[in-house]
């Protein structure tokens, strides 16, 4: 026996087994249906059920409440419980394939106390497009891959990365007393889906959280090549005033920009911070009464994506609005 799956939007149709994954049964089948991590992380493969049910064996972490209450699923994995009638978003005619490549250490610098800024040049990927928004692997000598966003639209063959220490961290404490200018490093790109796909110029709700600046740095870069920048309102969530590693360098960005508005907030300000204080998503709700009017871009760790989502679901912000990437430890649940 076989679940017989249809997608409103191209009519594809396909099948999928009993405890098989709707992504594997459009694969098997043809039909390219947007994905990235395929372990229920990033969201990516959001799939809106029209007709019929699925089930987990795992509830994905990638799927927040507020959308799986209005019938979303995770197509890398839900496993359908009937036939299905899905609207699902197929991966875009300009996907640019992944392919390997070998960087050289350009530039090795401190941005802050835990966020250094890595250039890599690769000559390879010289004529290699990706979208702003978009991540690299670094792949470590295990072979397991470690993924940064890039920090800046294409230029050339020179890629620039944001990346936070995490204690004790295989690759990133290695940026301090391991790795130098020169040092090569294999690579894998580019990858991901996350990246501007506003063509209707709504007002862009952009929200970062720490290094997930770099993702959203790079759209906004990208966007000054454009005509119709619509009103972008941009929120940049970190703990400590000493966090804001790009404060000065944002202001002067958001100024190249009409109706460019950037708040940061700080969740453990210093006593003499007069700015805004707390979660970075709980500012923009006491800040935005109208949540409709926006496409939400959303980028940093995976409690800050799901409290996002969540909030501004429930405030009237349509699901399929919302763009996000979760910088979660993606080889690790791999492994798992
Ligand atoms: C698509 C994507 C894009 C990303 N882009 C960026 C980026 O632009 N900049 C950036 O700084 N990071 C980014 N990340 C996160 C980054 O990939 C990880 O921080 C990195 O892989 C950690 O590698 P490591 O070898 O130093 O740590 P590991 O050796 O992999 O981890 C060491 C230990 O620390 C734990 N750990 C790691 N991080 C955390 C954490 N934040 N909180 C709690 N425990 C933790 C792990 O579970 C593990 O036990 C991104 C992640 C994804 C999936
Ligand atoms: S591809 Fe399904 S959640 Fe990432």
Not at 59 to 80: I, K, M, R, T, V
Not at 125 to 143: C, K, S, T, W
Not at 246 to 274: I, N, T
Request: aromatic share 10%; glycine share 8%; with cysteine.
């Amino acid at each position: 026996m076989t679940y017989k799956i249809t997608v409103t939007e191209t009519s594809d149709c396909f099948e999928v087994a009993p405890g098989e994954a709707l992504l594997d049964g459009a694969e098997r089948a043809g039909v390219s249906l947007a994905h990235d991590c395929r372990f229920g992380g990033c969201g990516t493969c959001r799939v809106r059920l029209l007709e019929g049910k699925v089930e987990y064996e795992e509830q994905p972490f990638g799927l927040s409440e507020e959308e799986a209450a209005q019938g979303y699923a995770l197509a890398c994995q839900a496993q359908p419980m009937s036939d299905l009638t899905i609207s699902a978003t197929v991966r875009a005619a300009d996907y640019i394939p992944p392919e390997y490549h070998t960087a050289r250490i350009e530039g090795l610098d401190q941005l802050s106390h835990d966020v250094t800024h890595l250039v890599l040049r690769i000559p390879s990927a010289q004529d290699v497009r990706f979208h702003p928004g978009q991540y690299l692997n670094i792949m470590l000598e295990d072979g397991t891959p470690r993924s940064f966003s890039m920090a800046s639209p294409p230029s050339g063959d020179l890629f620039d990365l944001h990346i936070r220490r995490v204690p004790g961290g295989r690759f990133t404490e290695r940026l301090y007393d391991h790795y130098r200018v020169g040092d090569a490093l294999d690579v894998e790109l580019p990858l991901g889906e996350f990246r501007y796909q506003s063509e209707e110029r709504r007002p862009l709700l952009l929200v970062a959280g720490g290094t997930g600046l770099a993702p959203i740095k790079a759209i906004i870069e990208s966007l000054r090549e454009r005509e119709d920048v619509p009103e972008i309102a941009f929120y940049w969530g970190v703990r400590g005033q000493h966090d804001l590693y790009m404060d000065s360098a944002l202001r002067e960005l958001g100024q190249g920009f009409q109706g460019f508005h950037y708040v940061p907030v700080l969740s453990q300000p210093e006593s003499d911070w007069a700015g805004r204080k707390g979660y970075v998503h709980t500012a923009i709700c006491e800040d935005i009464s109208d949540f409709s009017r926006f496409d939400a871009y959303l980028c940093g760790p995976p409690p800050m994506i799901e409290s996002a989502k969540n909030a501004f679901i429930k405030r009237g912000l349509p699901v399929d609005r919302i763009f996000s990437d979760s910088f979660n430890f993606t080889h690790e649940i791999a492994a798992a």
